[in-house]
């Protein structure tokens, strides 16, 4: 088993760059194979919003942030609080909302998508690990299905999409249910993923809203 305690490469890499974890650079890796989000600041409209899922410790968030440069607008939830090591006040900008509650609680998915219309939903949310490869599948397929709620509800015509899930059983459903709400559905897997991790990531570009 790995010691995932034990600082490797991108967990320094995050460490000297004001990062509370090493997902900021699967984030990273992403953006720049799929263009998630503009490319520089100037390009990024008012109403660019993002609604990420699972956002706890924030590296995530911090990256996004960091791009925006006090544009859009990013609203952020999970069930542990943000860690402000790092943020140097950003968490507290008025382009940034997070509150922390739980992502399939209906009141939230009722606040959350009344933030909406989003040009992006991000999910790297991922449940608390049982070490049956089978019930953690499972479970990251529920939380991968609630994104596709939210993305139902509040995702703009055309706008972006992308999701942890553990690979298992359920994978193959959850991509076959997913795939047609997107003009281009692609999985793939950051260099950033652990070698022992059997995450993936889904990513949707183009979605097809349907009013």
């Known amino acids: 088993m790995s010691n995932y305690k034990k600082l490797d490469f991108w967990s320094l890499k995050a460490q ?13 890796e992403i953006d720049k194979k799929f263009g998630l989000l503009p490319k520089s600041h100037g390009l990024i409209k008012a109403d660019f919003k993002i609604l990420e899922l699972g956002a706890a410790p924030g590296s995530w968030s911090l990256y996004i942030l960091r ?8 609203a952020a939830c999970d069930l542990s609080p943000l860690s402000r090591r790092t943020d140097a006040g950003l968490f507290d900008g008025q382009n ?12 939230t998915q009722a606040e959350f998508t009344a933030l909406g219309a989003f040009s992006l939903i991000l999910s790297d949310a991922a449940p608390s690990t049982s070490g ?23 995702l703009r015509k055309d706008g972006g999409f992308c999701v942890k899930i553990f690979q298992g ?6 991509l076959k249910e997913a795939r047609p709400k997107f003009k ?5 897997k950051p260099e950033a993923c652990r070698s022992s991790s059997f995450e993936t990531y889904v990513v949707g570009l183009g979605f097809k809203k349907i009013s």
């Open 16 to 28: 000297n760059e004001g990062y509370p974890a090493r997902s900021v650079y699967k984030l990273q």
């Open 169 to 174: 059983a359920e994978t193959a459903a959850l």
């Open 67 to 74: 791009k925006l440069a006090g544009r859009g607008f990013l």
């Open 132 to 154: 049956d490869h089978g019930v953690d599948a499972a479970r990251s397929a529920e939380i991968a299905k609630a994104a596709l709620l939210y993305a139902d509800a509040a």
């Open 184 to 188: 281009l559905f692609k999985t793939f």
């Open 96 to 107: 940034f909302f997070f509150k922390q509650a739980d992502i399939f609680d209906t009141d």
